[in-house]
């Protein structure tokens, strides 16, 4: 069995051939040495694995010098990792569409950021050829043509991608408030915003319901549970005020706000891209757990991958991608498609 493994900054996430997918929170930046536990730790959930298919985001996180260390650590944390759980095979995907056993220092910016492009191809092999995809994670979200099956981009770093507009640097969870809003409305008044880290746009999804509350979860801004109660008082803090000002009602007013101001920013890295290629896809592929954030055509074909997949697959989509393709010998030339 291949189960393939997106190494992200924040989350670890796996999904094998089967379609059995889980995700980890994992801030590499804090403790990077523990990266290998991590991951044998979530592997040995997944039986029989015969070899591992990768993708990695993580190598940018600050506690790497730069990403051809960031790179370096990964890949010899998987290859560690692999060891002690007895799987022999680790390959691992570039944005020139092909696996590689042996990492050099020549394949750093291949390897670096590539999950966009693994769960691309997938998608043109497979579901669709001409296509606009978009996937909302929980830091950015990804746009990305595809033509004739193939990914239709040139720009294949972060830096390239920002430009263009396939990468908008918001996500469904960790976007700090104060990068989506300047100022906010309140009681009749535009206040700017504190720029602190005090709320992110996570506490404006739970408290307009388009996150579930979780009591046991502290991975928030404050520490304190992601529930309503604490988003609300969390989204206040913006402001310079707190829970004793600021009602559950009031904060859905500034929830809103933060919720529109992210749309916007997407719609427009969208616009700009579609702009930019003379593009007008044929259908939009949606994937990740952030769809709420999108505005998409009413007269064209939607197509999620959470329906088409599974919500957990979807949310792991880019490890699914790279399991398949690995195992269906994947590579850069466009075949006829296989069947997920």
Known sequence: MIVGVDIGGANLKFADESQRARSRFFPIWRQPELLKDALRESLAAFPEVTALAIVMTGELADCFVDRAEGVDHITAHVHQAAAQLGIKSCYFYGVDGAFRQRVGVEDVDLLAAANWHALASFVGRTITADALLIDVGSTTTDIVPIRDRVVATKAMTDYDRLGEGSL??????????????????????????????????????????????????????????????FAANRLARMLGLDRRRVSLQQATHIADQVIHAARERIADSIQRLLATQSFRPQAYVISGHGNDLLRLPDDQEVISLAERLGPDVSRCAPSYAVAMQLSHGFDQRPTAPFHA
Do not use: H, W
């Open 168 to 229: 908008a640097y918001i996500g469904c969870q960790r976007t700090p408030v104060c990068a989506l809003c300047s100022s906010l409305r309140f009681q009749d008044r535009s206040v700017p915003v504190m720029n602190e880290v005090f709320a992110t746009i996570d506490d404006a999804r739970i408290v307009l319901g388009f996150e579930l509350e979780s009591p046991t979860d502290f991975q928030t801004a404050d520490g304190k549970p992601r529930t309503k109660e």
